[in-house]
């Protein structure tokens, strides 16, 4: 009986040790499934990152912010380089109606404002549908603002009197149909780009139309071409209290070179072919705040009037030497780096080439200029800039040649394009 009792007690001893093993090996199983488990759910940072993106670009164009009416000051880079005021208002959320008055250059622009030029003041009226604003709306991704693509039609009327080839004659008007893309930047900032089919040239006045015998809508002169404007925007919509701008703007980026290509402005048409651009490559010296930039310059047009063809041409070259005097208080503060972005005060040496070809008549000039400039440089985004900058500039020694090309003292120019 002893030796049962005993073995029956070795029985039961085994058994609570073979279930303290099963019930570890359950716990380690358990808990390896919880491990597992906890692993899965360590993949919501990825989103919150995602989401502060999000959060960045809204606060960088505004795109959740309401906006009815908007006050435009502007710069407008294509077509004549000129001031531009524009009063933008929303009738509905995808329909906006805008009335505008801007300065035009002469065909002899390089996308620069002269001091004492030949200006032309037009007005304009335009209407542009945000043709995915409403569907944007409704899914929370954007509220009723004039940021987004769109749809466009124009009229444009010159509404003073000028010299030149015209005899003192208006400009017509004329009409257009575009599309392009606008967004607002940061609180008072905005930005409009399009490309339209504009039934003439701006060139093309009440002169010219009576010796061509072409009307109104002649195919003939029709063009397809490029627009921008941007500069400050003031509204209806309350100032957001944190910007990250240096988030965009990268402050803190380091740079020792850079290549810059300016957007070009593209006017095609039967009548009227024109464009222009620029390419400069700027790099530090040392680790200082100065910098050297060599850049060069094209400016074309061919307009054919009573089967007669006129061309012109323009190239520059030159170097320039900047110094970005605030860039080093600008490190100090962490407000700004090494990235050719600041105020800057230049100067420089530039050689011109002009010339003409008309009715096979040819003849062509050579200039060599100083200049001395202040101005703004800023990257965007790594791969944008804007450079700003008011400059007066001098021949030195006398021209070579006998074409004609307006020179002024004075001048003011906005450059905006791509980097890398």
Known sequence: MKKRYALHSLGKGFIMKVAIAVSALLCAVASNAQDSVSISYSQEPDTLVKQRFIDRYENVFMTKVPTRQMLKIGYSGYTGAGFRLGYEFKI????????????????????TVAFGSDRRFWASVKTRWYYNMGKRVDKALSANNFSGNYIG?????????????????????????FYGFQSRFFNHGYVDLSVGLFNKGFWKNKF???????????????????????????????????????????????????WKVQLPDITVGLRLQAGNTSIAYERRIGKSPFSVEANVSAWLARRVRSQLSHATYYFTGGLQLRYYYLQKMQIRKGTGGNNFSGLYAAIGANALLSGYNVGGETGSAWYQTATFSMGYQQRLFKRLYIDGSLYYTDLFGKYRGGAYIPFNKLYFKIGFGFTF
């Open 92 to 111: 509905v959320p995808h329909l906006s109606v805008e009335a505008a008055i801007y300065t035009k250059l002469d065909q002899y622009d390089f996308n």
């Open 153 to 177: 039609l124009s009229y444009e009327q010159s509404i003073q009197e000028h010299g030149g080839l015209a005899l003192n004659a208006k400009e017509t008007g004329r009409f257009g149909l």
């Open 208 to 258: 010219f139309f009576e010796a061509d015998n072409s009307g109104f809508f002649s195919p003939k002169d029709f063009v397809l071409t490029t627009q921008s404007a941007f500069g400050i925007a003031l509204g209806d919509w309350k100032k957001s209290k944190r910007a990250p701008a240096c988030e965009v703007l990268l402050c803190d980026e380091q740079i020792n070179g850079q």
